[in-house]
């Protein structure tokens, strides 16, 4: 099953938003314009880490391969910005961001869709796709309960 | 072992000094340093700055336009969680024999740049490296500037203990008390719960009085090697032991190893506190500080210290704080110059310049009687513990 995808929302600015694309995170990045979550799961200890670095962060091993994941998890913290930082962001303030703690998986950053509730600690969530408009696309959740 | 002793400090003090130069303000603050200790420009031949350009200065030009005659000098990357390095290298540095008589001289400028986390900001660049930004920036998610990952680290470390909002409150109170009684500090006003309340949200769960406020500074601490029966202006202060800063896949610089804040993992965090190296090098215990000063750029890192060096147990520091133990007067008070918070935020050199004061027995009105022994320390796991 792939992930939802939408358009992201706020403005679209001269800002610097996106992240560099390195050899170690390209292929997440390029598999979510796919709507696919993929992350580096460690051959040697099986912890299933962020995409980025050469290594696994758990035991140092550098043998890894790329595993799909649900984006499924539950909200492990949450903020919300009630100043825009940047100006593609002015319309959306106040907007939250949450940590999710995803299934088997690592926790990650992303904003939060859901704009009639606000995050729960705990609940659980789905990951979703949001497009740019220069086509760059990241990891965003909504509530899933 | 040499001891290592500050014999002299100065400051600019903190405001709003957009008009004048990073060198000017670097050099008020040396003369000043070097008055206090009595000891003339040509005397100093090592240098440890923070920060350099454009928000400060860089060492070359530092010597250059400052006329220093260096054999020893160097400088920390350009954020402000270094003070306690720069005094570390420092003091490694006399201890070599590279130097005799180094100055550490921080520069902040700040009123001549954009906010914080926005794109003119120096270092904006920064939010894009290949492990996140330095305080867990991501922009495209919108979690944007320092006060996103202090935040995120905050609601995580409120949820997991039940810690309420009054708590932060404790903190920012506290500190404006005791900036209430520093003519240098910029915010004096008293502050009241309902003050902390009616605060607006900037990233939830912090508010506005939950951050430290940006100022321009320019401080000088001057350190060399004790020597007995040396004649000094100031009675000396010893740097009696220090720990370098905790770096790995737990640390966050605005949060708390096991808060699984851009970071791996999610755990019961039991803090070393009393094992720290800071008291076991110096044979000493949390009891035996009498002060402590940490880096508050947001109010909840003085709770998170106060945990990580063993002066409250994990999320007992907000009771610790709402029970006054960290104002004047109380168990241990925190930050007596009023610290970022409320002093201004001078990355650590105003709690440095505090330090000394109150073990020179010079904080006047701040005075904490009988103090021996005041610790740095930081939530990115550095300090110092000075003694007199």
């Known amino acids: 099953m792939t992930l939802a995808c939408v358009d992201f929302p706020g403005g679209h600015g001269s800002s610097r938003v996106r992240p560099n ?75 939250a961001v949450i940590t999710a703690q995803l299934d088997g998986g690592p926790n990650m950053f992303g904003r939060w869709l859901t704009s009639d509730r606000e ?8 990951g979703v796709v949001e497009r740019w408009t220069d086509g760059f696309c990241g990891l965003a959740f909504e509530d899933a309960s | 072992m040499d001891q290592i002793a500050v014999v002299g400090i100065g400051t600019t003090g903190f405001g709003k000094f957009a008009e004048r130069s990073g060198s000017s303000m670097g050099n008020d603050a040396l003369s000043a340093a070097l008055e206090d200790a009595g000891l003339e420009r040509g005397h100093v031949d090592g240098l440890v700055s923070q920060i350099g350009s454009p928000r400060g200065l860089d060492y070359d030009e530092l010597a250059r336009l400052l006329c220093l005659d260096l054999r020893y000098a160097t400088q920390t990357w350009d954020h402000g969680r270094f003070c306690g390095t720069v005094l570390q290298q420092a003091a490694m540095a006399l201890m070599a024999g590279l130097a005799d008589t180094v ?23 920064e939010n ?146 009393a094992d720290e190296p800071v008291f076991k090098n110096a044979g000493i215990k949390p009891g035996d500080v009498d002060t402590m000063h940490c880096y508050d750029g947001f109010a909840p890192q003085v709770l998170w210290t106060l945990e990580r060096f063993g002066f409250a147990p994990p999320g007992g520091a907000a009771a610790f704080a709402r029970d006054g133990c960290i104002e004047l007067g109380g168990e241990l008070p925190v930050n007596t110059s009023g610290g970022h918070l409320s002093e201004g935020h001078s990355n650590g050199w105003g709690q440095t310049l505090e330090i000394v004061r109150q073990l020179r027995g010079t904080a006047a009105e701040r005075q904490v009687p009988s103090c021996r022994h005041a610790l740095w320390a930081t939530t990115f796991g550095d300090a110092i513990l000075y003694a007199n």
């Open chain 2, 128 to 273: 894009f490296r290949e492990g996140g930004g330095p305080h867990a920036e991501t922009p495209h998610t919108g979690l944007l500037a320092p006060i996103g990952g202090a935040a995120m680290s905050a609601r995580r470390y409120m949820h997991r203990y039940g810690i309420e909002p009054e708590a932060l409150a404790a903190v920012a109170i506290a500190c404006r008390r005791h900036a209430a009684l520093n003519p240098l500090a910029v915010k004096r006003e008293a502050m009241t719960m309902d003050d902390y309340m009616a605060s607006p949200f900037i990233c939830e769960p912090l508010r506005r009085l939950d951050c430290s406020v940006p100022v321009d500074t320019a401080s000088v601490v001057i350190l060399r090697r004790a020597k007995d029966g040396e004649k000094l202006r100031q009675r000396p202060v010893y740097m009696r032991s220090f720990q370098g800063l905790a770096g790995g896949p737990n640390e966050l610089v605005f949060g708390q190893p096991g808060l699984g804040i851009h970071q791996r993992d999610v755990f019961d965090y039991d803090p070393l506190g």
């Open chain 1, 21 to 95: 694309i390195t050899p170690e995170n390209k292929a997440h990045y390029d598999a979510l314009t796919q709507g696919i979550l993929v992350l580096p799961e460690c051959i040697g200890c099986g912890a299933i880490g962020v995409p980025s670095g050469p290594c696994c962060q758990s035991c140092g091993s550098d043998r890894r391969e790329w595993r799909r994941c649900s984006g499924r998890g539950a909200v492990h913290s949450w903020v919300r910005y009630h100043r825009a930082f940047l100006p593609e962001f002015e319309g959306l303030v106040p907007y």
């Open chain 1, 119 to 126: 995050p729960r600690i705990d609940a659980p969530v789905r």
């Open chain 2, 103 to 125: 100055a550490c001289l921080a520069v902040f400028r700040n009123s001549a740049f954009t906010k914080h986390g926005t794109q003119g900001f120096p270092g904006f660049e």
